[in-house]
C-alpha cells in the first residue's frame, strides 16, 4: 500500500535554504589574525549562489563534475560546501595534511575539474600541478603569493571576482538524494587513499541525527567553533548541521595554534567546539601559561582519537568545561557513536561511561564479529570486530578498492555492513569500547586475544622499557602471542619466567604467551607507532630469538 | 555520479530496535487511576514482537493490511504503534470523538481487517459492527463488557490472550521506507472524512526533526506526557519521537480530566507536556482550585488550535511552565511549525513571536498564495493562502478524494504542495501568523480582506451583540464584505453609517463593508460555529434586508 506523502528528495540545497532563510541572521565570523570576517547566514547563501553560478557559467561545472577544496576553515570553505552539492556538483575535501604525492594521486583518481584553494596554500599546490591530469581551473581564495602559479596549465582564477556581480540567487535542481555530495579520501596506512562518497541523503540524515540531543544537540542559542578540518569528515557535519539548526559559527580559518584559538574563544565566545585531543591538550597548556576567559565554553566533542580521561577531568574541574568523547571515522561520515552517560547518574556513576567510546545514535546500527565470523552479545565482556550500518556509512569505495593489497571483503561483509577494523566490547547498554585494531588481535582457539592489553600490562613492569606482542601461527590454536620485550637499561636477571609470572594475576590465564623474545628496541614506523608488520617477517624468517615456555 | 554510501531504509522497526536496545531502561507509565503500569523500553518491545507475531500467526495479517486502534494513550497502543508498521502493515488510528456513523464509514473506506480496542470503549464500537464490512478480528485490550461483543460476526480475542508465550522477538522486514505505515482521517467540516496515508519514510524524518532543538527538543533525561491522544495524527509524533531518542513516557489513558492530570503530574513528575489549550485551560483552573506539585513540568507544547496569550502568561507566571505555541494539521503528519523565538531576545522581545504559529522547521517549505495566485512576499503584512511542502506532508488522499464537494486541486497545488486552507501572513524572518479560513476570507480587488477581522472589530463596538461578515459577488471588485449584524437587546437608533465610523479607524479604508443587514441571530453549526453558507444563501435569496451604504 502506498502513502500519499510529498515525495521530496532530502538534498543539500534545502539545507542551504533553509538556513538563510530561517536563520537568516545566524552569524559566520572567520578569524584572520586582524579584524574578523563577519556575515550572516543570508549573506553567505547569496555569496553561495554567485559561486554556483561562477562555476556553471564561467567555469563549466556541471552535474556530477568534481570540485576540490584545498582550504581551512571558514566563510568562503562554507559558501564551497553548500553551493558544490547543491548544484548537483561533488564537493572534494582535500586534505592538506597529506604527503604531496598522495594529494596528487586523489586528485587525479577523483579527476577533480576545478580545485578551490586558500591563497596561503598556493607553496602546497603549486609543485603539484604538473602533476595533475584533469583540473582545468584553479580558484585562489583570499591572499596569497599566486606568482606561484605562473605558467600553471590550469586557468587561474580569483574567488571574489568570479562572484562579483553575479545573481545572488540560483535555482537550484532537484537531484536524487541518493546522488554524490561530496567526498573525502581515507588516508589508510595500507595500500592507496580510498575515497569515500557521501550522498545527499546521506548528509541529510547526518546533519538531523547531529542536531538532536542523542549527538551534538546543536541550538540556534549556541556559537560553534569547529577546530576539526572542513577537509576531514566534512568537519564532523557541523558546517551543514549549523545551517540546519541556526548555530552561529566561528571560523578559526589557519589560526589552530593553542595561543589564536584562546584568544578567539575570548573574544568571541563560543558555546561549543569540537575538535581532536591533541588540539584540546595543546588549549589545556595554554590556558596554564597565559589564563583567558574561555567560560562561554559549555561543552566540547573530542573525537578522532580516544581523548585521555585526564584530560576531559582537567577541562571539567579548571575550566568547567564538559567534554564528550565520540567515536566515527571518514567510512561513517562520521557520527559512529557518542559518550553520553545514561540518564539520572551521578557523575561519579556517569564516569565510566563518558571514557567509553559512547553508545550508538538511531541509524548506527552495530554487531561484533568474532573471530569464527561469529556474532558475539552485547555482555561487555566478549570482543568482536566492530561491524556498522546505516544511511550515512560507506559501503563501498570510489571505483573499487584502492589498491592490490585491498580485498572488498576486508572491508565489507557480504551483506553489506562495514568492517570498521576495530576491536571491542558493547555493553547490555550499548556501551561501545574500542580496545585494540582487528590487524592486532591474536586469533587464538575461537576466542581473540587484545595484543595492545598484553603489551600494557607488562610494560607496567618495572624492569620492561616496552614490550610489542604479536600473533604468531600456532597449530593447535591458528594463533598465540608472542611477546617481544625490550628491558631497561642496565637491567639484569628478569627472566621470561618471571614476566609471565607478572602478567598472570593480570590477565586470563589462556591468554598467557608461551613465546619469548628479548629485543633490541621495537621497530616503528614513520609516525612512531609500533611496526608489527616487521616483527611478524623477522619472526618467520628465524630472525628472533625465541625462548619457549611450557 | 552515484554515492558509495549503504542504502538503508527509514523503518519504524529501526526505530523500534534502537528503542528498546540503546534506551532499554527508559520507561512507560500507563496512568490506571490505581497502581500505574510500569515497562522499559525492552518490556515494550518485547511484548510489541509478540503481538506481531499474533497479528501475523493467529489472525492472518500480512504486510498492507489495515490494523485499526480504538484505544487511549496507553503502553498497549504504543506496542501496537510499532507492531503493525515494523511488520508491514498499516496501523490506523481511529478518533474516538468522531461521531457513530463517521466512525462506521472511515472503517470501511479504510477496509480495516482488525480493530483493537480498549474494552472501556466497547460501548462506542460494539454499536458499529453490524455495519462494518471487512473487519474479521476484534482484540480487546483490557478490561471491558465482552458481552457487549456478544454474536458480533467478527472473532473477538483478548490481548493478552493473544500475546501470551509468543516469542519475544520478530524478523521485521525490509521494507521499501515509502510504503505506507500509519493512516488517519481528517474530519473536514465539509464532505467526507479524508484519508493521510503516513509513510516510514515521513514517520522517521518527521521524528528526526521533532527530536531537535527546533521543534521539541526531546532528551532522555526528559518524561514525556502525551495528552495529546495517538489516534489523532500520531500523538503529534512523540511515541515513535520517543523511542529515538530515549525519553521516558506517561500515558494518561482514558484519565484525561484535570483533576487526574493534576494529580499524574505531581506523582509522576513529567517534565514535559503536549496538548490542546482546553486542557491546559482545564488543568489552570484545576490548579488554581485544588494546588498540585506540577514542578517537574519545564516545558509544554500547546497546538491543535491557536493558544489564547493569557494561557501561555498563566502558566509562566503561576507555574514557571514555559508554553511553545505550534502549527499543524493531520495532513502535516502534523509538524508544520514551532513558535520558538529567535535567540538573543529578552522575554518582552521573544513574546511576539512566541504568540505567533511561529517559524518552519527544517524539510517543511512555505509560501503564501494570493487571490489571484501570485506568491506572496515574506513581509509580515501580505496576505496569502499557506502552502507547504515536504516529505511529511501529504501530496493526495487516500483514495482520491473525500466526497464529491472536493476537487484534488482545492486541496493540493498542480506542482504538489499542499493548500492548507489557512490565510496568514509570515514575517521576513520566518514567523507565521494565521489570521483566516481561506474561505472565510473575502477576495477583493486582487487582495484579500479577513472577514474574521472585520467581525471582531465590529464586535467591539458597545452596541454590537454579533456580527458575521461573509463575501457576496461584486461587478467591479470581484467580491466585497457583507456585514450583518446582531444587536444588544434594547438597542436603538444606532444606525450603518456610524458602524462604518466605528470601523474606519480600526481597518484599511478600502476594507470597510458597503453592504449591511441586520439579523436576528447569526445562524450556527451543530458545534456553534458561525454558520456563514446560511448567510450567503439567504443573501442570494434575497432573503436579507440589505442596505448599501456609499
Given amino acids: 500500500m502506498l502513502s500519499t506523502m510529498q515525495d521530496v528528495p532530502l538534498l543539500v540545497s534545502r539545507i542551504l535554504r533553509h538556513g538563510m532563510t530561517i536563520h537568516a541572521k545566524s552569524r559566520v565570523v572567520t578569524w584572520t589574525g586582524a579584524e574578523p570576517q563577519r556575515r550572516t547566514y543570508a549573506e553567505t547563501g547569496e555569496r553561495t549562489a554567485q559561486l554556483a553560478a561562477a562555476l ?115 535555482d537550484w535542481p532537484e537531484l536524487d538524494e541518493r546522488s554524490a555530495a561530496a567526498m573525502c579520501y581515507t588516508s589508510g596506512t595500507t595500500g592507496d587513499p580510498k575515497g569515500v562518497v557521501y550522498s545527499h541523503r546521506s548528509i541529510f540524515l547526518h546533519c538531523l541525527q547531529v542536531n538532536t540531543a542523542e549527538s551534538m544537540g546543536l541550538t540556534d542559542e549556541d556559537t560553534c567553533l569547529p577546530v576539526v578540518p572542513m577537509f576531514h569528515v566534512n568537519a564532523w557535519g557541523l558546517p551543514h548541521s549549523a545551517f540546519m539548526c541556526g548555530i552561529n559559527l566561528l571560523m578559526p580559518d589557519r ?3 593553542p595561543a589564536p584559538l584562546a584568544e578567539m574563544i575570548e573574544a568571541e565566545r563560543p558555546t561549543y567546539a569540537a575538535a581532536v585531543p591533541t588540539i584540546w591538550q595543546g588549549l589545556l597548556a595554554e590556558l596554564e601559561a597565559n589564563p583567558r576567559d574561555v567560560s562561554s565554553l559549555q561543552s566540547v566533542t573530542i573525537g578522532g582519537s580516544a581523548c585521555p580521561p585526564a584530560l576531559m577531568k582537567a577541562f571539567e574541574e579548571r575550566h568547567g568545561i564538559k567534554v564528550v568523547q565520540a567515536w566515527g571515522m571518514t567510512e561513517t561520515s562520521p557520527l ?111 576466542e581473540w586475544i587484545s595484543s595492545v592489553e598484553l603489551e600494557n600490562q607488562l610494560m607496567g613492569h618495572p624492569a620492561v622499557a616496552e614490550a610489542a606482542v604479536v600473533a604468531v601461527p600456532d597449530e593447535k590454536w591458528g594463533e598465540r602471542p608472542l611477546a617481544t ?66
Fill in 56 to 170: 556553471r557559467d564561467e567555469l563549466g561545472v556541471t552535474e556530477g563534475d568534481r570540485v576540490a577544496t584545498l582550504m581551512w576553515n571558514n566563510g568562503e570553505h562554507l559558501e564551497a560546501y553548500f553551493a558544490i552539492p547543491s548544484m548537483g556538483a561533488v564537493l572534494h575535501t582535500l586534505n592538506l595534511r597529506l604527503p604531496p604525492e598522495q594529494l596528487a594521486w586523489i586528485i587525479n583518481h577523483a579527476e577533480d575539474k576545478v580545485i578551490l584553494v586558500n591563497g596561503s596554500l598556493l607553496p602546497l599546490l603549486a609543485p603539484l600541478l604538473p602533476g595533475l591530469k584533469t583540473v582545468r581551473h584553479i580558484v585562489v581564495v583570499g591572499p596569497g603569493d599566486t606568482s606561484l602559479l605562473d605558467g600553471a596549465e590550469p586557468a587561474v582564477h580569483s574567488y571574489e571576482d568570479l562572484l562579483q556581480g553575479r545573481p545572488t540567487d540560483y
Fill in 255 to 257: 589560526f589552530l595554534q
Fill in 336 to 446: 559512529g557513536s557518542v559518550a553520553h552517560p545514561p540518564s539520572g547518574l551521578t557523575p561519579d556513576e556517569a564516569w565510566p561511561y563518558r571514557i567509553t567510546q559512547g553508545r550508538f545514535p538511531c541509524l548506527v546500527e552495530a554487531r561484533l564479529i568474532g573471530p569464527d565470523g561469529d556474532v558475539k552479545p552485547w555482555d561487555g565482556t566478549s570482543a568482536g570486530e566492530l561491524e556498522v550500518r546505516g544511511p550515512w556509512i560507506a559501503g563501498a569505495y570510489y571505483g573499487g578498492p584502492g589498491g592490490a593489497e585491498l580485498r572488498p571483503e576486508d572491508k565489507f561483509s557480504p551483506d553489506g555492513w562495514l568492517r570498521t577494523g576495530d576491536v571491542g566490547v558493547i555493553t547490555p547498554d550499548g556501551y561501545l569500547t574500542l580496545t585494540d585494531r582487528a590487524k592486532d588481535v591474536i586469533k587464538s582457539g575461537g
Fill in 485 to 550: 620485550v625490550v628491558l631497561k637499561e642496565g637491567t639484569t636477571g628478569v627472566g621470561y619466567q618471571e614476566l609471565r609470572e607478572f602478567l598472570s594475576g593480570r590477565v586470563a590465564r589462556w591468554q598467557l604467551p608461551e613465546r619469548w623474545a628479548l629485543i633490541e628496541s621495537v621497530p616503528k614506523t614513520s609516525v612512531g607507532k609500533f611496526d608489527k608488520k616487521v616483527l611478524r617477517r623477522q619472526y618467520a624468517e628465524g630472525a628472533l630469538d625465541v625462548t619457549l615456555l611450557d
